[in-house]
């Protein structure tokens, strides 16, 4: 069975910077791309990045230009450097991975941004 664990959320001031560490433990597979979504409350989960096996990245335009996606494979990690976060990027951020037509999911970790 895999596993992904999230962790790296908290409340941080407008401006401010987290990184979120997202580490596959159990049955780990190659898979073909991690991500993270976020979900605030009263709105749909949405893609904010992804990292394919390739090493293409995908950032929706929102956080464009203030967060960056990477990945250890030693680790079985990956990672999402959030800067300059807005009161906007408040959410549960989840990890996402995928093999083929398999999605696995993390449970979540809390962003909260506010002054």
């Known amino acids: 069975q895999v596993q992904l664990v999230e962790s790296g959320g908290g409340l941080v001031q407008p401006g401010g910077s987290l990184r979120l560490s997202c580490a596959a433990s159990g049955t780990v597979f190659r898979f073909n791309v991690m991500g993270w979504y976020r979900q605030a409350p009263g709105k749909e989960r949405e893609l904010v990045a992804a990292?394919?096996?390739?090493?293409?990245?995908n950032l929706t335009d929102s956080v464009k230009g203030r967060f960056t996606i990477s990945g250890d494979n030693v680790k079985n990690t990956v990672y999402l450097q959030m800067n300059s976060l807005k009161p906007e990027d408040t959410a549960v951020y989840y990890c996402?991975?995928?093999?083929?037509?398999?999605?696995?999911w993390g449970k979540g970790t809390l962003v909260t941004v506010s002054s």
């Open positions: 996402n991975a995928g093999l083929l037509d398999i999605d696995f």
């Open positions: 990292i394919s096996r390739g090493g293409k990245t």
